[in-house]
């Protein structure tokens, strides 16, 4: 990690409005809906079956399988 002077800040940043900045090369970021997408994509291809608009209100397991309970009260058991 290194400090990072005004000048460098705004380098990096594009923006002056910051005096500097802590730089840690071992950080990362993640873009939060490209995350989720690939997220889907796994769960899809490992047989997860994705609903839309569906708000989860609770879960259960039993017998080593999963259910998910909706605001509607549909519940979708889910596989192990």
């Not at 990690?1 to 990362?28: N, P």
């Not at 490992?46 to 017998?63: F, Q």
Request: aromatic share 4%; hydrophobic share 35%.
């Amino acid at each position: 990690m290194r400090l990072l002077t005004a000048e460098e800040t705004a380098a990096r940043t594009g923006t002056s409005a910051y005096s500097g900045s802590l730089l840690d090369l071992r950080a990362g970021t993640i873009q939060p809906l490209g995350y989720a997408l690939g997220l889907a994509r796994a769960a899809i291809s490992a047989g997860a079956k994705i609903y839309h608009s569906s708000g989860v209100t609770g879960a259960e397991r039993s017998n080593g399988k999963w259910t998910l309970h909706t605001a509607e009260d549909h519940s979708r058991p889910t596989g192990s």
